[in-house]
């Protein structure tokens, strides 16, 4: 649709990353992360829960700045960022659509969601408050919220974990929906082999702590080709390459 | 609206037993108080019956008081200087009280060294700040409406330090990725979490505020129903200031439900739809 960013990728380059404990002992999280997302492309951090995946999210966000190392993030059209955590994160005292417009900058503040909100069912609920929502609908609010940003770069943090299995597949492919209307670089973290298959163009897998890249996993297939056939051969040849991690 | 009758119900019952129960279910409340305060106007009447004295008068008298003190506008000006007070002092009081307090519960170390000026100031008496407040600065309105702020400041410090350290982190990042500007993270995100606190500390300090207003009237103004009270003291006119006391409280009550009430309905319409 609109033109995003220039290609600039994302590139993570962190050094070190350790937590002390109060009672003085430290435990290192990251440890020579390195990796780049190109210009609008679906990446997936994988790899085992408790790793430093969401360690490395933060650290992106800006919610952490106490790490040595440094990391870029793409730029252009909107040098802003955005993301899905691993709650949905809405106020609770403000309406879905209150929340949606809440974030926005304020040259945007008036746009027109209609679309957005109709593709992500969300139409009829626009003037509820979060507590009335579902869990499942809550997290449609939380992506609505990401999407209409247009951002620069999209972070997802396990944003379809604590969802029974049926409502995760769908948000699968409403995101997937309204990522294709306008492919953002995106970095999701998961611990779920099937879902980084499902949605990325590639997977990052990160080893055990202290967190580094074990390889790449390139899904160069299309979204629309990986069928339940194609999706166990991927998986074959993902278990291949990288035996014992998932 | 109701379903075909099948003739074993009286008429009355058929339009609908959740309506009227609806109906008496808000009612009784509000009953229960006038029923209430009734039987106490009773037993007040009754006792200074039982024991006739100048000091002790009955209901009666006391309204004959406030009729003729409303008659004269004497009533209306000094209820008037005094809200104007209670009004000014709880403003300043939660201001500086709600900014304190967040500070000092977002930030440890300053709570650890600033805790102790807290309970020092909890534990001044209200009448040594009101005296020294005069003394300092004169009989002024600035002195008198900054003593009672003074006294209230350390109570509101106290339950918003509570109100910052229950903030959800989550919300503040949320609003950091998304870059919400300062007065937008105030406003959507830092006073509807403190909300319970700022109704609580409200509550509790427009009770406190009144009280210590009237002490602040009685010691160096020349206006205001503490001033009335000092005045009828002086006069032993035990009928008139009750009638100043009834009319001060029948004006916090009535704030209390044209306006407390509506505005902390409206600060929690979130909460009360269920899921």
Known sequence: MQPVGAAVPLRVDIAEKTFRSAQGVSITALQDLSFEVRQGEFACLLGPSGCGKTTTLRILLGLDKDFSGSFQLPEGGSDRIAAVFQEPVLLPWRTVEQNVRLALPKSLRTKNLDGLFDTLGLAGMRSLYPAELSLGLARRAALARAFATEPAVLFLDEPFASLDERTAERLRHLLLTVWSARPTTALMVTHNLREALMLSDRIIVLAQRPAHVLGMFDVRLPRHYRNPQVMSDLLRSFQQKFPGVA | ?275
């Open chain 2, 1 to 275: 609206m109701s379903p075909p009758d099948t003739g074993d119900r009286p008429p009355g019952a058929a339009a609908g037993p959740s309506s009227q129960s609806g109906l008496a279910a808000a009612l009784t409340p509000v009953l229960t108080v006038a029923v209430s305060l009734l039987g106490l106007c009773l037993l007040w009447g009754l006792a200074a019956r039982a024991w006739p004295s100048r000091a002790f008068p009955g209901p009666g008298q006391v309204w004959q008081v406030l009729l003729a003190e409303a008659a004269n506008g004497d009533l209306f000006y000094h209820l008037g200087a005094t809200l104007g007070r209670v009004a000014a002092a709880y403003v300043v009081a939660m201001v500086v009280g709600s900014v304190i307090g967040v500070l000092l519960g977002s930030h440890r170390s300053a709570d650890r060294f600033f805790a102790p000026w807290v309970v020092l100031f909890l534990n001044i008496p209200a009448l040594v700040v009101i005296v020294l407040a005069y003394i300092w600065f004169g009989l002024n309105e600035a002195a008198a409406i900054g003593a009672v702020a003074v006294n209230k400041i350390p109570n509101v410090v106290v339950t918003m330090r509570e109100g910052a350290r229950a903030l959800d982190p989550s919300y503040a990042e949320m609003a950091a990725v998304y870059r919400f500007g300062l007065l937008d993270r105030i406003r959507h995100v830092l006073l509807p979490q403190l909300q319970p606190y700022l109704a609580a500390a409200s509550r509790s300090g427009i009770a406190l505020i009144w009280k210590i207003v009237l002490v602040v009237e009685l010691l160096g103004r020349s206006n205001g129903v503490g001033f009335q009270i000092y005045l009828y003291f002086q006069l032993f006119d035990v009928a008139a200031i009750l009638a100043y006391t009834l009319a001060f409280v029948a004006v916090m009550l009535v704030i209390e439900l044209l306006v407390v009430q509506p505005v902390e309905r409206h600060a929690t319409r979130w909460r009360r739809r269920p899921a």
